[in-house]
């Protein structure tokens, strides 16, 4: 409806003029014309009530309080102060607000059932100065599906201006706000914890943190992070990919290898020609003197003089002028064993088969050199030691070029393999079984495999012994804990300091295992008396083919044993030679 009066505009309305309430669309009433005429005054006393009961319109009932005010020229109220505001003399519209501030003053929340469109270069403009930190502005762009909600705001931390959140809570829980891209101005503040956010000059991608506006409601996610390629359709095209729960990056690849930082799927080429630095307990610097204990790679245009460039390995030592460590190259097969191939140390000794090496070359193991080797001293350590019957390869070296080269000679067949050089212990008043062997020049072992089949071996003792009458002697020929041949009990007459002689001869008759190998044993032993020249011995044949073993080192003792531990009991041998004579 409309309220019409009587009056031109260029008059102004009293008490006593005539309000006329007309249908807007009814263009044939006219103030003369209207169904409903009341003074101003009678509208005025009539509308003091909770409800307009005298006017109908349509059939439509009017139940709001129309408060005009004569004395506050230019404003209209419909309802209460809070209802429905018109500024006719600042053209303002308030809906909930007693003031309108703008055109459009809404106070509480709107609901638009349509578009709302806006002319351009204008705005949305939202205020809050009486707002304390930590606060968000009370006004937000809102989106509610169920209890999900998606939030555009500002927030305004005590350090820095004000920031801006684009936030998705789940469940509609404003303390703890999931996926969290936060816009701020300012780094290094107690809540900069945000899974994205540009803050200041830096862009931080978290997306293991969780942001909420109380700090006991923070917590951790577990999101991962990927930048996919260009026209990519799943998450399996990523150029980058981190697991934030891990600690790892792939490049390549959305699966890094457990326990590798950084997984790279595909060739990689570093455009720096300064060099990689890895970093181990503070190595930061590329060249120069080192600053911590680790290996730097580094290319150089000059390594080798003018223009003759190079890859440069090196190992650092922070706390040793020469590094106390070095580089290893190894081999590591499916039992998991490393296996030493290369070692260079830091004083520059390189180590072929070894880890510990005492030259500038030194190889453990067999090497073969092709087209010459030219040394100022060549030393050999050793010598063969042993008779394989097969031909020895030796370096001779020719007196007119100095070439050292390697000829064959065929091995020697008979040689001395053992000489004691001294008095062995003297074994007397005792029954235990003790060695009349002493230490000597040579060797009484022969190496696991050492034995040939038809090896021959001779051995020559001598000494004094004395003994009680009718006392046994035993002499036994051992490998170890293994008897190779036994005299047995053999009984003695009276005598002091009678000379003895014992000649053992054996020859291996099979190689191999115990119970495949086999070796033969023949003994002398003989005395003679120094004051009459009167002479007594005893001889033994033994063969061992059940507990003799040549696949296992074997280490010649000859042994002694009296039957009592008479005083009048002794024997020592002050000579010993051990011969290979087959």
């Not at 107690?190 to 997306?207: A, K, S, W």
């Not at 930082?261 to 060099?275: A, C, E, K, S, Y």
């Not at 073969?368 to 031909?391: V, Y």
């Not at 040689?415 to 009349?436: C, D, K, M, P």
Request: a negative charge; proline letters at 4%; charged letters at 15%.
């Amino acid at each position: 409806m409309a309220l019409l009066t009587d009056q031109t505009l260029a008059t102004g309305v009293t008490l006593n003029d005539l309000i006329h309430i007309v249908i807007p669309t009814d263009i044939s009433q006219n103030p003369a014309g209207s169904s409903y005429k009341a003074t101003v005054q009678q509208l005025f006393d009539s509308l003091s009530g909770n409800c307009i009961s005298e006017f109908y319109v349509s059939n439509i009932h009017s139940c709001s309080p129309l408060n005009i005010n004569p004395l506050d020229e230019g404003n209209v109220y419909f309802g209460s102060t809070s209802g429905v505001t018109v500024d006719l003399t600042n053209v303002r519209l308030g809906i909930g607000t007693f003031s309108p501030t703008k055109n459009l003053d809404v106070n509480g929340t709107t609901i638009h059932r349509d578009s709302v469109e806006m002319s351009p270069s204008k705005e949305i403009f939202w205020s809050d100065t009486s707002a304390t930190w930590p606060t968000s502005i009370n006004s937000r762009i809102r989106w509610q599906l169920n209890n999900d909600r998606a939030e555009i705001y500002s927030f305004q931390t005590i350090t820095d201006d004000i920031d801006f959140v684009f936030k998705i809570s789940d469940n509609a829980q404003d303390v703890r706000d999931n996926y969290v891209f936060w816009i701020d101005d300012f780094s290094g503040e107690t809540f900069d914890r945000y899974p994205l956010e540009m803050n200041g000059p830096q862009f931080i991608v978290n997306p293991l943190r969780r942001y909420a506006t109380i700090p006991a409601n923070s917590g951790a996610g577990n999101t991962d992070f990927y930048i996919l390629q260009s026209g990519a359709t799943g998450l399996s095209q990523s150029v980058v990919f981190a697991d934030v729960s891990e600690g790892q990056v792939g490049i390549g690849t959305t699966s890094p290898t457990s326990g590798i930082t950084l997984d790279v799927n595909g060739g990689m080429r570093l455009r720096q020609t300064n060099g990689i630095v890895l970093l181990t307990g503070g190595e930061t610097s590329i060249s120069g003197t080192p600053s911590g204990d680790g290996i730097r790679f580094r290319y150089e245009n000059n390594l080798f003089g003018s223009s003759l460039d190079g890859l440069v390995i090196e190992k650092t030592d922070f706390n040793q002028p020469t590094p106390d460590g070095g580089i290893m190259f190894t081999n590591v097969g499916s039992s998991g064993t490393v296996v030493p191939s290369v070692s260079i140390r830091g004083n520059g000794n390189v180590g072929i088969g070894t880890t510990s090496p005492l030259y500038k070359l030194h190889v453990d193991g067999d090497s073969l050199i092709n087209n010459g080797l030219t040394a100022d001293t060549l030393n050999i350590s050793s010598t063969p030691t042993t008779d394989t019957n097969l031909p020895v390869e030796y370096l001779t070296r020719d007196s007119t070029t100095g070439e050292v080269k390697i000829v064959q000679i065929p091995g020697p067949t008979v040689y001395g393999l053992f000489a004691q050089t001294g008095n062995s212990v003297v074994v007397s008043a005792t029954t235990v079984e003790s060695s009349i062997i002493n230490g000597g020049i040579g060797s009484l072992s022969v190496p696991a495999n050492g034995f040939s089949i038809g090896d021959s071996f001779r051995a020559d003792f001598g000494g004094l012994l004395s003994a009680k009458n009718n006392d046994t002697i035993r002499i036994r020929v051992k490998s170890g804990s293994v008897v190779l041949a036994d005299s047995g009990a053999q009984t003695l007459q009276a005598s002091t300091n009678d000379v003895w002689q014992f000649s053992v001869n054996f020859t291996v008759r099979q190689v191999g295992t115990a119970g495949v190998a086999s070796i033969v044993t023949l003994g002398v032993f003989h005395t003679t008396k120094q004051s009459n020249g009167n002479q007594t011995g005893f001889a033994f044949n033994f063969i061992n083919n059940t507990t003799f073993d040549t696949t296992t080192p074997n280490t010649l003792d000859v042994t002694a044993q009296f039957s009592s531990n008479s005083p009048l009991n002794s024997i020592y041998s002050d000579i010993f030679v051990l011969n290979k004579i087959f």
